[in-house]
């Protein structure tokens, strides 16, 4: 069976690893570590990530409609650490899933709409463990403006697609994430006009 493809997380995640790397460790020591990834998409990241961190435990997830198709690379990967994904949208009430030593996510915040980025912030509070990390990755825009010009055209493109998408203020994110009990940690620059952004709990 064809396997769930995109040529961008191919292109990225490398250099997202190489940052992963750094903090989804246990005191500096590679432990067992529980992370939710939240709109896992193809899986080609939690197929990454799970090869090459086999200390991690991968729970990956994404709304109830993409499950199939995400299910199909990570049934094909057939991991012990990586589980099938879970269904599940950022704005459902209960996001029914216990506790998690980090949070993941690629190229999900600019797809949602701003609400739904408010209420995943909300939701996270319950979900991270205290010294648990928060990483996402993806554009952002600083003091209001987008950091190249192409990221200006990428955020025209999306809301010709869906008027309530669009890339996010760095600052608002980071806003919400103070709310939810995290401090940033880093603000990775990566590859492609892109940001991985790393929060403790
Ligand atoms: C551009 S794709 C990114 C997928 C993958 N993380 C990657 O980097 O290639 C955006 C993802 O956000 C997910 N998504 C959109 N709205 C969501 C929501 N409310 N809750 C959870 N996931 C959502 C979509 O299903 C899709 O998998």
Known sequence: MELPFSQSCE???DPILAVLQKHLVADGHR???RVLEIAGGTGQHAVHFTTHM???HWQSSDVPEQIETLNIRLRAAAK???PLALPLDVTQQDWRVNS???VFTANSLHIMPASAVVEFFRRLN??????GHLCIYGPFKYEGDFTTPSNAQFDLRLKSRNPLSGIRDFEWVNELAGEAGLTLLED???PANNQLLVWKK
């Open 126 to 131: 319950g979900v991270i463990e205290s010294g």
């Open 11 to 13: 292109n990225n995640k």
């Open 188 to 190: 990775n620059a990566m």
């Open 54 to 56: 086999p200390w991690l």
């Open 80 to 82: 012990a650490n990586l």
């Open 100 to 102: 998690f030593d980090a």
């Open 31 to 33: 432990q067992p570590s």
